[in-house]
């Protein structure tokens, strides 16, 4: 994909969501980390399911931590891989309390020093609740990173690299949303909906998807 054609990518994904949203739903930044924690090989709408409940009585790392393990267990069973997630939790909360004043840290050395928290996460959470224009490669942004040409990798972290210095500064910040939501509405894993896809015109996949019939 050419400049021009990322800047019309871009252009395009704006002018129809100017203000792209995280579908997780938190009212802290402490809350934002356990929702992204949780959110690994699991569905937004399942853990917002979750942590609506979980939330209203554990918006904090001092209240987590007062829930014990078994108790955080019973607020998360719903969502896969619960058990080692809670586990994870409550030694990130220990840190959070004891080094970090119960705050969440800004500096990506600093949250994936935490259980539980690798390189997406801090991604995300460095973006959504910070506002630094990083990318969290997940399985929609690696699946569109090379199937439109935007940035084709073999790895997430080549993915990660080349979007960060192809993608014009000035759609940086919103750009890990944007892919995320066309990934998971438009641009999907098995059959891509080309025939409604606004950026389809500058998409590098030559083979489009034609309309149902």
């Given at each position: 994909?050419?400049?021009?054609?990322?800047?019309?990518?871009?252009?395009?994904?704006?002018?129809?969501?100017?203000?792209?949203?995280?579908?997780?739903?938190?009212?802290?930044?402490?809350?934002?980390?356990?929702?992204?924690?949780?959110?690994?090989?699991?569905?937004?709408?399942?853990?917002?399911?979750?942590?609506?409940?979980?939330?209203?009585?554990?918006?904090?790392?001092?209240?987590?931590?007062?829930?014990?393990?078994?108790?955080?267990?019973?607020?998360?069973?719903?969502?896969?891989?619960?058990?080692?997630?809670?586990?994870?939790?409550?030694?990130?909360?220990?840190?959070?309390?004891?080094?970090?004043?119960?705050?969440?840290?800004?500096?990506?050395?600093?949250?994936?020093?935490?259980?539980?928290?690798?390189?997406?996460?801090?991604?995300?959470?460095?973006?959504?609740?910070?506002?630094?224009?990083?990318?969290?490669?997940?399985?929609?942004?690696?699946?569109?990173?090379?199937?439109?040409?935007?940035?084709?990798?073999?790895?997430?972290?080549?993915?990660?690299?080349?979007?960060?210095?192809?993608?014009?500064?000035?759609?940086?910040?919103?750009?890990h949303h944007w892919l995320i939501l066309h990934g998971r509405y438009v641009c999907k894993?098995?059959?891509?909906?080309?025939?409604?896809?606004?950026?389809?015109?500058?998409?590098?996949?030559?083979?489009?998807?034609?309309?149902?019939?």
């Amino acid at each position: 994909m050419k400049p021009a054609e990322i800047e019309t990518f871009f252009a395009t994904l704006k002018t129809a969501n100017p203000h792209p949203q995280t579908e997780l739903e938190f009212s802290s930044v402490f809350e934002l980390l356990v929702a992204v924690v949780l959110s690994a090989q699991a569905t937004d709408v399942g853990v917002n399911k979750a942590t609506w409940r979980l939330f209203a009585v554990a918006p904090t790392p001092h209240k987590m931590l007062a829930l014990g393990l078994e108790g955080l267990e019973q607020h998360i069973r719903t969502i896969g891989l619960y058990r080692s997630k809670a586990r994870h939790l409550m030694k990130t909360c220990e840190i959070l309390v004891h080094q970090h004043g119960g705050s969440v840290p800004r500096t990506r050395a600093a949250l994936e020093a935490l259980p539980g928290v690798g390189r997406k996460t801090a991604n995300v959470v460095l973006n959504v609740a910070f506002g630094e224009p990083t990318m969290a490669v997940d399985t929609h942004l690696f699946r569109l990173g090379n199937r439109t040409g935007l940035a084709p990798g073999r790895k997430p972290i080549d993915v990660e690299r080349k979007l960060l210095a192809r993608i014009p500064v000035e759609y940086l910040t919103d750009a890990h949303h944007w892919l995320i939501l066309h990934g998971r509405y438009v641009c999907k894993a098995r059959t891509p909906e080309c025939w409604r896809c606004a950026v389809a015109p500058v998409c590098g996949l030559k083979m489009k998807t034609p309309a149902p019939k």
